[in-house]
């Protein structure tokens, strides 16, 4: 059998129904290097998502690999849970806080897998440090509309797109969800529930997966205020937005507001391994420190928590990313990414509006047409709310016919080309993006 039929004998994709995932024809990748792809067909693709927003140094970096072994040959694993450790989470937790603000007194770190897990234990800790305090009630977490934080289960209950809520509803008082950009909204909803039952909130700093929501510059700052005026923890959800994908090492530099926490992950090791980071500020830590009751613990602990090899690949890959300036190319390239799509889509009656931040970018089209129940196997209709509106379908797809993989979402398209990127390749990009708005 080949790998695709064995593909579809044995392997799920998360988002392909089911019952239609042994008539999927999933498309086998076999090579890459910077910002494109290759199929086992040939076939040559430009990565125009990071692979899920988190390639950040692009494809085929051999640094990140020859890191990765040595540490491998050496000192693959070993548990840190108890009172062992091993080099490299030291280093790495090292050069996250001397990379972070110093305003935002993050220094303490725990490194997990996944995205998820990282939100999973910021999650714990607050309602750890609330406890510990004496406030018990303090349970309740806030999100926005649009965020998306995980797939575990706080993770997923906080996240408040419709398509992850499809066989287990979040429990409604535990979770609650406020608009976007409304800090009012935010404390109405505190004084009617009652401040002291709330533990944290947790912000995308970008709503990456929303469509690339950039908020605006006051909102964080009315958020951190009404927060420190009712005892409620922030989280910044840098999962995407860190490492320079907005321009920045990390997108709370653009807003000059610190939470307790921040959650990272992607573009930590660029893919290259799994790996996540919960950063914890002092405020947090110390009260876990002083206040914890003699014989208690966090224990919060995965058995590959603190893992020597992922965190060798990330340290490697940060270099890469200081070496090679991709911080500023992102904010440079970004930029011209964004004037490019004003300029090639000004006329054009289709789009509503155009977003973007460093090398993340979103087109927001007019609903124009309904969407269809399935496309490429994936359910649309969900609670009402589709996964994706069929201009959007119908544009991603022309866009993979020229040879650019971007992602729909809702009325949205996203693009978040990896921080390496030049101005030709950007060129490139929208010269398929504007082509492909031409037939859609």
């Known amino acids: 059998m080949s790998n695709l039929?064995?593909?579809?004998?044995?392997?799920?994709?998360?988002?392909?129904?089911?019952?239609?995932?042994?008539?999927?024809?999933?498309?086998?990748?076999?090579?890459?290097?910077?910002?494109?792809?290759?199929?086992?067909?040939?076939?040559?693709?430009?990565?125009?998502?990071?692979?899920?927003?988190?390639?950040?140094?692009?494809?085929?970096?051999?640094?990140?690999?020859?890191?990765?072994?040595?540490?491998?040959?050496?000192?693959?694993?070993?548990?840190?849970?108890?009172?062992?450790?091993?080099?490299?989470?030291?280093?790495?937790?090292?050069?996250?806080t001397s990379l972070l603000p110093r305003k935002s007194k993050i220094e303490k770190f725990i490194f997990g897998l996944t995205g998820s897990d990282?939100?999973?234990?910021?999650?714990?800790?607050?309602?750890?440090?609330?406890?510990?305090?004496?406030?018990?009630?303090?349970?309740?977490?806030?999100?926005?509309?649009?965020?998306?934080?995980?797939?575990?289960?706080?993770?997923?209950?906080?996240?408040?797109?419709?398509?992850?809520?499809?066989?287990?509803?979040?429990?409604?008082?535990?979770?609650?969800?406020?608009?976007?950009?409304?800090?009012?909204?935010?404390?109405?909803?505190?004084?009617?529930?009652?401040?002291d039952t709330f533990s944290v909130i947790i912000l995308e700093p970008v709503m990456a997966n929303g469509g690339v929501h950039i908020s605006p510059k006051n909102y964080f700052k009315k958020v951190r205020e009404i927060c420190d005026k009712y005892g409620i923890l922030m989280i910044f959800d840098e999962i995407i937005t860190a490492f320079g994908r907005t321009g920045k090492w990390f997108c709370m530099?653009?807003?000059?507001?610190?939470?307790?926490?921040?959650?990272?992950?992607?573009?930590?090791?660029?893919?290259?391994?799994?790996?996540?980071?919960?950063?914890?500020?002092k405020k947090v830590w110390k009260e876990i420190e002083n206040k914890t009751p003699p014989g208690l613990f966090f224990g919060g602990a995965l058995t590959s928590s603190n893992h020597a090899t992922s965190c060798s690949a990330a340290l490697a890959n940060i270099d890469i990313i200081e070496k090679e300036k991709l911080v500023d190319n992102s904010k440079i390239q970004g930029k011209y990414l964004l004037d490019q799509l004003k300029a090639k889509f000004k006329n054009n009656p289709k789009v509503k509006e155009i977003r973007g931040l460093g090398l993340m970018a979103g087109i927001n089209w007019k609903n124009n047409r309904e969407a269809p129940e399935n496309f490429m196997g994936r359910k649309k209709l969900l609670a009402n709310k589709r996964y994706a509106d069929q201009y959007s379908l119908d544009f991603v797809n022309e866009?993979?016919?020229?040879?650019?993989?971007?992602?729909?979402?809702?009325?949205?398209?996203?693009?978040?080309?990896?921080?390496?990127?030049?101005?030709?390749?950007?060129?490139?990009?929208?010269?398929?993006?504007?082509?492909?708005?031409?037939?859609?």
């Open 5 to 96: 039929d064995l593909d579809k004998k044995h392997l799920s994709h998360a988002y392909i129904e089911p019952r239609k995932s042994k008539f999927y024809g999933a498309k086998e990748v076999v090579d890459a290097k910077g910002i494109r792809i290759k199929l086992s067909n040939g076939e040559e693709l430009i990565d125009g998502l990071s692979g899920l927003w988190n390639v950040n140094v692009g494809h085929g970096r051999k640094e990140i690999a020859k890191a990765a072994n040595k540490q491998m040959e050496k000192l693959p694993y070993y548990p840190s849970a108890f009172e062992y450790t091993t080099e490299p989470p030291i280093k790495l937790a090292e050069k996250l």
């Open 118 to 195: 990282a939100n999973e234990t910021a999650f714990r800790l607050a309602r750890m440090f609330h406890t510990i305090r004496g406030d018990n009630k303090r349970k309740k977490i806030i999100s926005r509309k649009y965020s998306y934080h995980g797939f575990t289960k706080s993770a997923v209950s906080a996240t408040t797109l419709p398509l992850y809520h499809l066989w287990e509803k979040p429990d409604p008082n535990l979770y609650f969800e406020v608009p976007l950009y409304d800090a009012d909204a935010l404390e109405d909803l505190i004084l009617k529930e009652g401040p």
């Open 253 to 281: 530099e653009h807003y000059g507001v610190y939470p307790e926490f921040i959650s990272l992950s992607k573009g930590i090791t660029s893919g290259y391994l799994p790996l996540s980071a919960t950063g914890i500020s």
């Open 399 to 440: 866009c993979l016919k020229r040879g650019l993989i971007v992602r729909p979402v809702g009325p949205n398209t996203v693009i978040a080309p990896p921080l390496c990127s030049t101005k030709k390749e950007i060129d490139e990009i929208v010269a398929i993006l504007e082509e492909s708005s031409k037939v859609a």
